[in-house]
């Protein structure tokens, strides 16, 4: 397949506004104000399935309940207690009530998701400028605390007052430090996002490319020699780390314009479209061996998430397990991507259009609503719970269904899911997201913060669904 370079178009010095052309149909409409930021490099091109019926009325309501969600309730529960005025860096612990739990830590997930959303947000509009200011203090402590410089490289775990608790380098983090140093260029103009974000990107060539198979190593000690098999996570590669390299090489290209940010985006999608997704369902498989066999999806002894595993630290259903935010968060980001290469997402419909389907058909639940967490890639549901982030992902790969494919059953599938989160998963007055419910929507788990529970998912999935929804709103 033949496709032709078009570089993406040069970063202001004071980072990116929020002016930016829609074509419908090949008609350009000027689009401005609070929202549209960073939703796009130049402009796209979509056209809604005339036998689609959306209500106006409904479709307005809907954007002003994410609008209010957003602007009146999650970002302020963030703004108003992430920073760490003694220490510096984001606090990022808090209980039910949204009170600081008190942990001595800082990870570096938390650290740069943070970072990423408080940069995502000013780049979209929000905030009346003064979230630049919240952006540099959390860049500061990344890169003045977190840095190794003596090996290069982010550490995993700091204390509060930024010493190393854990010092290996784990890429599922530096993804997310390459993802939100390049945001936070975007968005303030200020080079150093970009120096480091290039640093990681230099690191990660050369340490953690297989030469021989393809794709990236995981895990590793402080000094870049490669950790040790099973739970170490030596012998592994993930559909997890692979996805978030996309996302993150995807900014990068659009900060930097270099051929080869654009070159090694090319190549992680190439990966993940013939090697990591299932051959058929087109579903994700979680984790391989080197070979890019089939590998067990077992729990890690670096973790970056709740995932619950049996007892012998592995899934029950180890092989055939797929997960249906994943699918739908790849989904989007795919089409993000290409849209940043300037490759006509269409290209790919079929395959969109088969992840859209299987998430439809297997991971709402039409009873209680809501995404479910599970199944198997054939279909079906092992998991019947509802965890936040999931619902996050799906909103927004729900929404790109609609505008790509103008088909009403994503469009059922989203006011679906978004009603399940605002009237269920929000947590009502303190205004964060309960991270895990019960099928029915009963809160299991209650803190609103924690090292891998975080504002990145909640945060971008309003700022990402009312951009997609303004979209379809235009047409």
């Known amino acids: 397949m033949d496709l032709k370079y078009l570089p993406p178009d040069p970063l202001p010095e004071k980072g990116r ?15 401005s104000g609070r929202g549209w930021g960073g939703y796009l490099n130049n402009h796209i091109t979509v056209k809604l399935n005339q036998n689609i019926m959306i209500n106006k009325n409904e479709l307005s309501a809907l954007k002003k309940e994410a609008e209010n969600h957003l602007v009146n309730e999650l970002l302020p529960f963030w703004t108003t207690r992430m920073i760490d005025e003694t220490d510096g860096g984001y606090i990022t612990h808090f209980d039910k009530d949204g009170k600081d739990t ?6 570096l997930i938390a650290q740069t ?5 408080i940069s995502s947000a000013h780049r979209a509009g929000f905030g009346e400028g003064k979230y630049a200011g919240l952006a540099k203090h959390g860049a500061d402590f990344l890169i003045d605390k977190m840095w190794d410089k003596e090996y290069g490289g982010f550490f995993w775990m700091m204390d509060r007052k930024g010493d ?40 990660i060539q050369k340490y953690c490319v297989d030469s021989m198979y393809g794709g990236y190593w995981e895990m590793f000690h ?16 993930t559909l997890d780390v692979h996805m978030h390299l ?59 998430g709740w995932d619950r595993f049996s007892e012998e630290g592995q899934k029950g259903n180890a092989t055939d397990n797929t997960c249906y935010g994943h699918n739908a968060e790849f989904a989007w980001l795919m089409i993000h991507a290409l849209q940043i290469l300037k490759i006509d997402p269409k290209i790919y419909s079929d395959l969109f259009r088969i992840i859209f389907d299987h998430t439809v ?51 059922d599938a989203y006011k679906n899911v978004h009603r399940f989160v605002f009237d269920k998963v929000i947590n009502k ?44 709103d235009l047409i």
């Open 17 to 31: 506004g929020n002016e930016h052309q829609i074509s419908l149909g090949g008609e350009p409409l000027p689009v």
């Open 102 to 107: 008190g942990e001595d830590e800082k990870s």
């Open 113 to 117: 998701r943070c970072l990423y959303t």
């Open 164 to 203: 190393v608790q854990i010092d290996q380098k784990i890429i599922y983090g530096h993804s997310f430090a390459i993802y939100s140093l390049s945001e936070y260029t975007l968005a303030t103009g200020d080079p150093r996002g970009l120096e480091y974000a290039e640093k990681v990107f230099d690191l």
């Open 222 to 237: 402080r000094d870049w020699t490669l950790c040790g098999s099973g739970s170490q996570g030596g012998d592994r590669k």
């Open 246 to 304: 996309m996302e993150a090489f995807t900014t990068l290209y659009e900060c930097s314009g270099k051929e080869v940010h654009r070159r090694k985006l090319l190549e992680d999608i190439d990966l993940l479209v013939n090697r990591i997704i299932h051959p058929v369902y087109k579903t994700g498989i979680p984790q391989f061996f080197k070979d890019w066999t089939v590998a067990p999806q077992i729990k890690f002894d670096i973790i970056w």
């Open 361 to 411: 058909k297997n991971g709402i639940d039409y009873e209680f609503g809501g995404v479910f967490v599970e199944g198997p890639h054939s279909g079906g549901v092992y998991d019947l719970e509802k965890e936040f982030w999931q619902q996050a992902e799906v909103l927004i790969g729900l929404l790109d269904g609609v505008i790509m494919f103008g088909d009403e059953k994503y469009w």
């Open 429 to 472: 007055g303190v205004g964060e997201w309960y991270p895990l419910l019960s099928r029915r929507g009963e809160p299991i788990w209650t803190h609103m913060g924690h090292s891998w529970k975080i504002n990145y998912h909640t945060v971008r999935s309003m700022i990402q669904s009312i951009q997609r929804l303004n979209i379809i």
